[in-house]
């Protein structure tokens, strides 16, 4: 099982975006964080694509609890709100999580803290290259 706090950030909306991923193994204690910029999205294409980039980054993984401040993802992906856009992206989340038992939370902001500095930093990281 894997535990993950996700975010998603953009600067504008749509505007430079970037992702924020941290990881818990509990069986293990070992940790890790994540993080990259995605491009000019929206903000709930950024916290998509967090979901997205920790599918990647734990393929054989059957069990993830993720968490997120974005009640947008926490709801769409466990089905409780009906989908009215972005559906290229849940579409390829659900095809990445077939077969996985996903838990999705809701936390706080202030619960999330560490995920958010991740995707601001890839922001502003990116932000610095292009200039």
Known sequence: MICAWID????GNPGPAGYGILTFNPA???VNKFGG???????NQAELNA???LLKRF???T???IYSDSEYVVHVLSGKWKIQANKELIKKIWEESYGKDIDYHYIPRGENILADVIAN???AL???EIS
Do not use: M, W
């Open 8 to 11: 998603g950030a953009a600067k």
């Open 28 to 30: 293990t204690g070992e």
């Open 37 to 43: 910029y995605i491009g000019e999205v929206t903000s």
């Open 51 to 53: 979901v997205v980039e």
């Open 59 to 61: 393929p054989d993984e």
């Open 63 to 65: 069990h993830l609890d």
């Open 121 to 123: 930093n890839a922001i």
């Open 126 to 128: 990116a932000s610095s």
